[in-house]
């Protein structure tokens, strides 16, 4: 097995040179379009699919996506992965993130310690101190329960926790899950946590520092702020407090904390949501069963991820099919456009997800690439964005492809019959009009009315977005990102791109500055 | 004055040939760098600048810029629509949403009113009924005080007001003038309208229902959706409820409402903030005086705006800066990035404000243009930006152009001093960093950790997010749109774009499909 860049493999090659011939205003016409539409989809877990039939793609393109992915070794180099490879070589780290939720492979081990019994042992750490949480076996000085927990931590200590949270929130409510109201501070800018303290009771509040090195500048600076609230009101700051960390981090047996629990180098903060990172808030919110089934979800699709064969593989296919976007369509952007309200922060996730993982100019090597890498990401829930930047997507002079998602049923189930349907059937009649919209246009002598087409995009269908639903969304989406990087030949798990900010800012805090950084930083008053 | 495309005008011809030669790291380098920060900024409204010096701009380019402005009659296309032309051009209508704020030109008679007293006289309206709702004088059947208002509208119904309440919520709170909470309904997913009725005690609520036209589905069904949950609890629903509407509207005279204030159709959804569309749910939030202060930043920033001279146009060279990346540079995205937590929701507003004017392939006459127009727009505030997909703006293959926006103060002015500065400097110290890693990036034999800059950005820099500072930030970046709109030649205020969808929606929901898209229905249950 070799890590090759992109340009070099033959069938990369091939298709580069053929470009594109998928006219979706035809393929998805009539009758050929339904059965289209029938044969171009895979399924996922918990009964969901992943539909491409509105992608430009043909079944030859298939057939050499098919060939791209054995001719760069997808499935060996995950297996690689999976089982405990430095796959992360910038930082010379394992990439483990898919253990905290099952083992694909075989045992890994490290530093001296089988690592899936290490994500275990946390999450049922995690998951007895939550229960004594609910239960009121801890409680705050008073000897009164706790009911909201407080997540400090930025980036993918905050992000992807905070997206699980919304996405799960009402389906929680519902479900009579729901055990404590989340909230997250993570921005440095004072007003965040000045904010949120101003609708917290900070009484009844148990505060989650999640810091993996323990030195995250911003996350430091909002625990102070809050020790700071805590002890102003006569708390015992370490009484509200627990810790998210790694073991060798600072906070790891600070007296400061409630208790501590572990993740380690080998997940990435993007990819921490299925780890103790995600998991205390996770678990403290709507209880560690309810974080289980998530897990659940994102086992089972993980299990997809390793098969062979593309066509049985959705995230496989699914990065295929983007990096054919990329690299032969050219496209520089993709759109994520979930319809349904919970996954409101997903986007803003996946964005970091995918941004923060692939986009980069080096290969693997540290040697430069010649093709373009990771798209710009961005999105908002349905049907909010028909009402907004829908226009560009419609009729702008840029194609930008599109993953749909959509439920057939919602989460709260509760609804309305207007002009003879349901607010959730208007929700997914939108969402499948959208698709063949983009897809085939729309004539009109009237240019200004004129709709091309060929706006390709796909979707993923699922009934419900339950917990397990949602692991499995999460999954197919750090599964999709890795194996563009594998494509790409990037190392997707590191990011030496953020560095360079933080080194200026402690110069400029440090007034250790001159020339233009000095005048902008005089501009601002620091 | 003619409209022509902008490839047509001989400027930009010159330009084209040209390309660009400024290197950021050379012009933004020691003391040249520190006057060249002092050199390209323009004063905004409220003590507020538009610094341009990390653009890859040079003082020739600014001079044909300055050309461009010229032969393509900026200054006069916009006195033509703040008096009153039919700029508007595919629906035939006015553009006035300027004259919610302020009169900068002659009067404006249409349908035989006087436009600005008729916008005048809303804001008059809305001040006397906000004014006695926060009285308790309007109460609810129990006589108790309204403590909360919902606002029910979709799109530019509700992405600008929620932004701006978002903005000024901890202002508000801290400057001692927050009346009412509120919160937003907006997507048909029905988890939506739930989920905010789950935690609002609709007995003390007031409802906003927000719809020029009076027949937005969406609205309507979320409409309905309230006026049955309000129904269930045995409340009058009409007693509950105002509607903002056009008065030609089936909202306008209904007995369902406790009163109804107008807008018309001379105002675009997604420039609507500063109408009654926002003037109700801002002034019941904050107070009419807070909402006029607001209008009142606009106000002066629309007069600079009227300025001939781009360099004393901040509106208008941050348009013409716009156009040289996006048609001269090739530069397909922009990214909006406030270092401040009270913006969360603003880039999404913005992504909508010129997407959807922007978006377009054909010019004002409904013919196809050659060259790209409107840009991706997407955005999170900074410092969280940094930690999610700033990777790929610093090490990413594609340039993606970025506008920064700081203030020197927090709105809530309460902060924590770590490691010897406070939150605030710790934000602004940030921002000032990154522009200079953008724009100078870092040589490093690991090519892994180098930076190769020229990576170019603005910055709007002001003292504090007051409501007046809000007001003219909006007018900016409205204004901005508008003049890159002038550059294409587009038609900026309409948004055939989003009709399609919404005909097969109907179509589905009429189950009056086939092939494909039944296909697509099936597959979603509808």
């Known amino acids: 097995m070799?890590?090759?860049?992109?340009d070099t493999l033959k069938t990369y090659q091939d298709m580069k040179q053929e470009g594109c011939r998928t006219d979706l205003t035809k393929e998805l016409a009539g009758e050929k379009g339904a059965r289209r539409v029938?044969?171009?989809?895979?399924?996922?877990?918990?009964g969901m699919i992943y539909s491409y039939a509105a992608k430009q793609v043909d079944d030859k393109v298939l057939e050499q996506l098919r060939a791209l992915a054995e001719e760069s070794?997808?499935?060996?180099?995950?297996?690689?992965?999976?089982?405990?490879?430095v796959i992360n070589t910038g930082e010379k780290r394992l990439v483990l993130h898919q253990l905290t939720r099952g083992q694909l492979g075989k045992d890994v081990v490290?530093?001296?310690v089988n690592k899936r019994a290490f994500y275990l042992e946390q999450q049922k750490r995690i998951a007895e101190f939550a229960e004594k949480i609910h239960k009121g076996e801890i409680t705050n000085e008073k000897g009164e329960k706790f009911t909201t927990v407080v997540q400090i931590g930025i980036g993918g200590s905050d992000l992807g926790p905070r997206a699980m949270y919304l996405a799960l929130e009402n389906w929680a409510k519902k479900n009579g899950c729901f055990r404590m109201e989340a909230r997250f501070i993570s921005n440095v800018d004072p007003d965040d946590a000045s904010g949120i303290l101003n609708i917290t009771d900070p009484e009844k509040s148990l505060f989650v520092l999640v810091s993996k090195s323990g030195t995250t500048l911003e996350t430091l600076t909002n625990e102070a702020f809050v020790k700071n609230a805590l002890e102003k009101k006569g708390l015992d700051a370490s009484k509200h407090m627990i810790a998210v960390t790694s073991e060798t981090s600072p906070l790891a047996k600070s007296s400061d904390y409630l208790e501590a629990f572990f993740m380690d180098d080998y997940i990435g903060g993007r990819y921490s949501s299925t780890s103790a990172v995600g998991g205390a808030v996770l678990s403290l919110?709507?209880?560690?069963?309810?974080?289980?089934?998530?897990?659940?979800?994102?086992?089972?699709?993980?299990?997809l991820a390793a098969e062979r064969d593309p066509m049985k593989n959705p995230a496989m296919l699914d990065a295929l099919i983007g990096v054919y976007e990329r690299n032969i369509l050219g496209y520089p952007a993709t759109a994520v456009l979930p319809y349904s309200q919970a996954l409101s922060r997903f986007p803003a996730h996946l964005q970091q997800v995918d941004m923060e993982s692939n986009g980069k100019s080096v290969n693997r090597f540290g040697e430069p690439v010649d093709y373009p890498t990771g798209p710009v990401i961005f999105g908002e829930p349905g049907t909010n964005g028909q009402h907004s930047f829908y226009q560009l997507l419609h009729q702008g002079t840029d194609i930008v492809p599109l993953q749909f998602i959509g439920f057939r049923k919602s989460q709260i189930e509760n609804?309305?019959?207007?002009?003879?349907?349901?607010?959730?059937?208007?929700?997914?009649?939108?969402?499948?009009?959208?698709?063949?919209a983009f897809a085939c246009g729309k004539e009109d002598?009237?240019?200004?009315?004129?709709?091309?087409?060929?706006?390709?995009?796909?979707?993923?269908?699922?009934?419900?977005?339950?917990?397990?639903?949602?692991g499995a969304l999460l999954s197919h989406f750090e599964n999709k990102v890795m194996f563009q990087g594998f494509l790409w030949n990037l190392n997707s798990f590191d990011q030496e791109g953020v560095q360079l900010g933080k080194v200026l800012a402690k110069r400029v805090l440090a007034h250790e500055t001159d020339g233009a950084l000095k005048a902008f930083s005089d501009l601002l008053d620091i």
């Open 285 to 303: 919110a709507f209880g560690p069963e309810i974080f289980g089934r998530f897990l659940q979800g994102a086992a089972e699709e993980d299990k």
């Open 445 to 470: 002598e009237n240019r200004n009315k004129y709709f091309a087409g060929n706006r390709p995009s796909s979707i993923i269908i699922g009934d419900q977005l339950t917990p397990e639903a949602l």
């Open 73 to 85: 070794d997808l499935a060996d180099k995950f297996a690689e992965l999976y089982n405990g490879a």
């Open 2 to 6: 070799e890590w090759k860049n992109l």
């Open 38 to 46: 029938a044969a171009y989809q895979v399924p996922m877990a918990e």
């Open 110 to 112: 490290a530093d001296g």
């Open 415 to 436: 609804d309305v019959q207007i002009q003879g349907s349901s607010s959730q059937q208007k929700l997914c009649a939108n969402v499948a009009a959208q698709i063949m």
